[in-house]
């Protein structure tokens, strides 16, 4: 969780409004969150089995990614 933090939420920076806090307790206050919301995501969302997460894979995320993937060659080689 605490790779996370550093990823997406600015690692040990201050919060808005707790500028006056210290870099690792801003960096601890972020972690306790993410991990709080990692563990409320788990318990509230559906446990799927394995066929079925690979049918959502298949049938939304793969061709997702791959219109995007199309998309971001055709962009670079038009502007590039």
């Known amino acids: 969780c605490a790779f996370g933090v550093v990823l997406f939420w ?13 870099p690792f307790f801003c960096f601890l206050l972020k972690t306790v969150i993410f991990m709080l919301i990692v563990i409320w995501m788990g318990s509230v969302l559906p446990n ?7 049918k959502v894979i ?22 590039h």
Do not use: E, M, N
Not at 16 to 22: D, E, M
Not at 67 to 77: D, N, P
């Open 10 to 22: 600015g690692g040990p920076l201050p919060i808005k409004g707790l500028s006056s806090w210290p």
């Open 48 to 54: 799927l089995r394995k066929d079925q997460a690979l």
């Open 58 to 79: 298949t049938r939304s995320i793969f061709p997702f990614s791959s219109l995007c993937f199309l998309v971001y060659i055709f962009l670079k080689t038009i502007f």
